[in-house]
């Protein structure tokens, strides 16, 4: 599986982006999907899953309310919505496959990762 991930940018705090992984080799229709972002001199951390098995979602508390991520299974992609960002949403977002249908939320549980796209939220 290949994933590309797409539309990251720079926009002012409060602003709305919208994320695309699209995948490639395999569906995933069935696989745990998640979003993780790294700023720099941080470790990366969880912003968003996906469950395979029933469509599930969790998220952090830090972007509870205001990130949501979805599947558009015709297209074999996830999206991660981003709304009223702030400057701590800052970061390098990666999306990531696992062939756990089960929701994940540990990097270590995740097989495939996308190349990242960079987010810039300024104050």
């Known amino acids: 599986v290949q994933l590309q991930a797409s539309g990251g940018g720079l926009v002012q705090a409060g602003g709305s982006l919208r994320l695309s992984c699209v995948a490639s080799?395999?569906?995933?229709?069935?696989?745990?999907m998640g979003w993780f972002r790294q700023a720099p001199g941080k470790e990366r951390e969880f912003v968003a899953a996906?469950?395979?098995?029933?469509?599930?979602?969790r998220y952090p508390d830090s972007v509870k309310g205001r990130f949501t991520i979805s599947i558009e299974k015709a297209k074999n992609t996830v999206y991660l919505q981003m709304n009223k960002l702030e400057p701590d949403d800052t970061g390098v977002y990666y999306c990531?496959?696992?062939?756990?249908?089960?929701?994940?939320?540990?990097?270590?549980?995740?097989?495939?990762w996308g190349q990242g796209t960079q987010v810039t939220v300024s104050s």
């Open positions: 080799g395999r569906t995933i229709r069935w696989w745990s």
């Open positions: 990531a496959a696992s062939r756990f249908r089960a929701i994940q939320t540990m990097a270590v549980s995740f097989d495939y």
């Open positions: 996906l469950s395979g098995d029933d469509g599930s979602t």
